[in-house]
């Protein structure tokens, strides 16, 4: 009988609670993109930021 992984499922336990916090992050940040017209004064608006890209490996 095989062993368990423990280190390939921590791994990929802390991968999903990354993705599930940036999706809230995402989210948060469309929120604030939709306030009334009063919240978005000129000046204070800015541009999404860029994803950082990533590498299939890690």
């Not at 916090?21 to 930021?49: F, T, Y």
């Amino acid at each position: 009988m095989a062993k368990p992984n423990y280190s390939f499922e921590k791994r990929q336990r802390e991968l999903e609670k990354k993705r599930k916090q940036e999706e809230k992050r995402l989210r948060k940040h469309d929120s604030r993109d939709e306030a009334p017209d009063g919240a978005n004064e000129a000046g204070q608006h800015r541009p999404p930021a860029a994803e950082p890209e990533k590498s299939p490996g890690a």
